[in-house]
Structure formats: structure tokens, C-alpha cells
């Protein structure tokens, strides 16, 4: 009796200690999945009717996209959109500061300008400027505790600027926008030979590695195409095949029989791994360097050329250029063995350039 009373009291003591484990770790699940769960913090969205679905004939591309990085770069609260038509895009952003003073202060920051823009415009509360790099135009205002951002091709930000939703936006409804406001003068191919010759070190200061609008007579154009072939052996694994060997059901009662062949139907029924083949694979690339040619005048009455080197995205229409054309192109100007040299040129779209 007294062994069984022993085992009772075991037994009550066992289903205590189990019960207090469940408590335990019930209670610790509960208070590890409170503290886990985060509250999901929602993205901010843009204030009403701050991006409209059109301006003019620009359609919005898709919803206003609420930019993290772009916010953090500028302390602030960074929305924008493409608007486009065609191959016409330009981009419309809104910077939102807690302050109209910290909006002064985003917008004299120039943050949003890109490292190869000119300001070619600016008072207190409007900058324009051009990049170098590709003629695109940005222009920047200040609307209180706003900052609106127009960027694009010159047509693009014309059309956005002439429709902006100035109520919305707080702001006195500006001038008209012409595309002529953002008139580049280019420099003749000539006239950069000529510095050349006269000061070649003032000539290299102000031009070096710069992008610059040019404008020159094509004298010759052409193609350089860069075949490159590589070859390569690649192991290739044939398609598995399963063995073909049958599975013949025994008759004999022999328990050490049907053991053996179970085993050897199992192993039989594996997939077998053949042995990977090697072949051949030959690939070529062609890498296109077009490029165009201008015949200048120098002293003496020679021709100096100075060949221009286009993005090989500019093939087709460097290819499509005709002798004793006169044509408009951007490119880095460099100075080498003593002659110039001009490289990652693109040939400008005079249709909305806005060039004289």
C-alpha cells in the first residue's frame, strides 16, 4: 500500500511540474508575440489634387510614387510622377517641409539639381537650369512649405509648367512658359579649334572633359564595329533514365528471400545519374563606335580634322547623316597628342532642343 500511495504522490507531482511547463511557456509565447508584432507604418501619400491626371496633352503614367531615398536626401516628404505623350516624358515632383522656413531651405540646397547642371536663371524663389550632359532642362520653385520640380526634355516642362495646379499648390499662377526661355547657343566646332590653336591651356580649362553644344559641317561619318567572340565548354547533364530491370514477385516463402528481393527492387527502381557531357558553346558580340569627321580650317589655309566619337546607341543616326551636313551634337571635348578630340556625343533633336 504504502508503495502504491508512494507512486500516486510521483505521479500528482509529475502532472504539476508538466501543467506549470505549459503555463510557463504559454504565458512566454503570449508576451514574445506582443513585443514582436510592429504596428506597420503607412506609406504617406501625396495631399489632393496636388498631381493631376493630365497636363494638356501629357498623360499620367501611373500613381504618384512616394520616394524614401529622395525624402531622406532632403529631409523631407519627396512625391513624383512621369507625365508623358509619345516619346515626350517629363518628371513632376512635390517636396513637402514641415516649415515654409525649412522649404527655403531644401530649395537654396539645389539638391535636387544634377552634378552636370547650369543655373541659367534664379531669383527668390525660382532656379532654372540646364544639364550639359544631355540638355534637359529642371526648373524649381518655392510654394510655401513646397517645393515643386519640373524636370525633362525643354517641350515636356513647358507643357507641365504653363498647367500646374497653382490654387492646390498655393501660388500666384506665373507667365507664360516659352520654349525659347531655354535657348542654348551652341559653340561652332571652328570656333573650339581656334582657341585651341591661339591658348591651348585656356582652351583646355574651359572645354576639358565638359559636355558642350557643338555645331559642325559632317565632312565624313562611319561605323566602327568591334566583333568580339567567346567561346566556352559547358557540362550538360543528360535526362535521367530509370533501370529497365524488372521486379519478379517470388513464390518461395522464404522470409530471407523476399528480404533480398525487396532490397533489389528498391535499389533497382533508383534513378541513375549519367555522367555529365561537355559541349561547345561559341557567342559573338558587336560593339558599335560611330563616328563622325569635321574638316576645319587652320593656319595656312589646311584642314584640320576633328573627329567625334557618338554613343553607340547614336548608330542609327550617325549612319543616316549626309556630307556637308550641318549638324547639332553634344559631346566631352578632350585634348589628345595635341589634337581635339570629342567622345559620348549624341546628335541633338532640334524639334524641341529650343536651339538657336
Known amino acids: 500500500m504504502e508503495n502504491i500511495k508512494q507512486n500516486q504522490d510521483v505521479k500528482r507531482f509529475i502532472i504539476l511540474i508538466s501543467f506549470g511547463l505549459m503555463m510557463t511557456l ?31 496633352e501629357l498623360k499620367l503614367s501611373g500613381a504618384p510614387l512616394y520616394s524614401a531615398v529622395s525624402s531622406e ?22 517636396e513637402l517641409y514641415k516649415s515654409p522656413e525649412e522649404a527655403w531651405q531644401g530649395f537654396n540646397a539645389k539638391k535636387y539639381l544634377e552634378p552636370t547642371s547650369e543655373i541659367v536663371k534664379q531669383n527668390g524663389t525660382e532656379i532654372v537650369s540646364i544639364t550639359k550632359i544631355d540638355g534637359r ?57 581656334k582657341e585651341f590653336e591661339t591658348n591651348q591651356a585656356e582652351a583646355t580649362r574651359k572645354y576639358g572633359a565638359n559636355f558642350v553644344l557643338l555645331k559642325g559641317k559632317v565632312a565624313d561619318f562611319g561605323d566602327e564595329v568591334e566583333t568580339k ?12 533514365s530509370k533501370s529497365s530491370t524488372p521486379y ?67 548608330v542609327d543616326k550617325v549612319m543616316k547623316l549626309k ?14 597628342d595635341g589634337k581635339i578630340e570629342i567622345s559620348s556625343a549624341r546628335i541633338e533633336d532640334t524639334k524641341y532642343e529650343g536651339v538657336k
Open 323 to 336: 556630307p556637308e551636313q550641318e549638324i547639332l551634337f553634344r559631346g566631352k571635348i578632350t585634348f589628345v
Open 137 to 193: 532642362v529642371i526648373v524649381a520653385h518655392l510654394a510655401g512649405a513646397n517645393v515643386v520640380i519640373v524636370r525633362g526634355r525643354k517641350d515636356a516642362v513647358v507643357t507641365i509648367e504653363n498647367n500646374l495646379p497653382y490654387q492646390e499648390l498655393g501660388i500666384a499662377k506665373l507667365p507664360e512658359r516659352k520654349i525659347e526661355e531655354f535657348l542654348e547657343t551652341p559653340v561652332l566646332a571652328s570656333v573650339v579649334q
Open 229 to 240: 567572340t567567346v567561346t566556352q565548354n559547358v557540362k550538360v547533364s543528360p535526362t535521367p
Open 26 to 56: 504559454a504565458i512566454g509565447c503570449g508576451q514574445s508575440s506582443s513585443v514582436g508584432t510592429t504596428p506597420a507604418i503607412p506609406t504617406p501619400t501625396p495631399p489632393a489634387n496636388y498631381f493631376p491626371a493630365t497636363f494638356a
Open 73 to 94: 536626401y532632403c529631409g523631407c516628404q519627396n512625391f513624383e510622377a512621369i507625365y508623358i505623350n509619345g516619346n515626350i516624358a517629363g518628371k513632376y515632383q512635390i
Open 248 to 314: 519478379r514477385r517470388s513464390t518461395s516463402t522464404s522470409k530471407l528471400t523476399r528480404i533480398r528481393r525487396t532490397v533489389s527492387r528498391i535499389s533497382n527502381s533508383f534513378e541513375k545519374t549519367p555522367t555529365p557531357k561537355t559541349t561547345t558553346t561559341t557567342k559573338t558580340t558587336e560593339t558599335h563606335h560611330p563616328f563622325v569627321v569635321f574638316n576645319l580650317p587652320v593656319k595656312g589655309g589646311e584642314l584640320a580634322e576633328i573627329w567625334c566619337y557618338f554613343d553607340s546607341l547614336e
